[in-house]
């Protein structure tokens, strides 16, 4: 998947969240049934990057609030963001609000 930073992603409808000690979970739910074979486990720094896909936001906005969370340069933030956004579209937890 092609991904450019002024992209704006939302979570999944079928996808919910939960926190379990550190860990934030993403549960994929298929009719009233959790998937359990396809959990998600993200660290804190996966959960606070989870939490700015509003669909509101673009990647650009999102990599530079992460960068003032963060010690790493916009650039490196950027690349990641959009290799890990792109592979979470992939997967199906996250939907594209218009171009990517």
């Known amino acids: 998947m092609n ?3 002024s992209a704006v992603f939302r979570h999944a409808d079928n996808i ?7 860990e934030t979970l993403l549960v ?11 959990l998600y486990s993200l660290n804190d720094t996966g959960a606070f990057l989870w939490q700015s896909f509003d ?3 673009s990647l650009s906005d999102i990599g ?3 960068a003032e969370q ?3 340069s916009i650039e490196v933030i950027e ?6 956004t792109a592979g979470l579209a ?3 937890l996250l939907i594209s609000e218009g171009e990517n």
């Open 16 to 22: 919910v969240t939960r926190k379990v000690m550190d």
């Open 64 to 66: 530079r609030k992460m």
């Open 90 to 92: 992939e997967a199906g």
């Open 70 to 72: 963060y010690d790493a």
């Open 79 to 84: 690349a990641d963001l959009i290799e890990i």
């Open 28 to 38: 994929p739910i298929s009719g009233e049934m959790a998937s359990m074979d396809s």
């Open 3 to 5: 991904v450019r930073s």
């Open 55 to 57: 669909g509101k936001r």
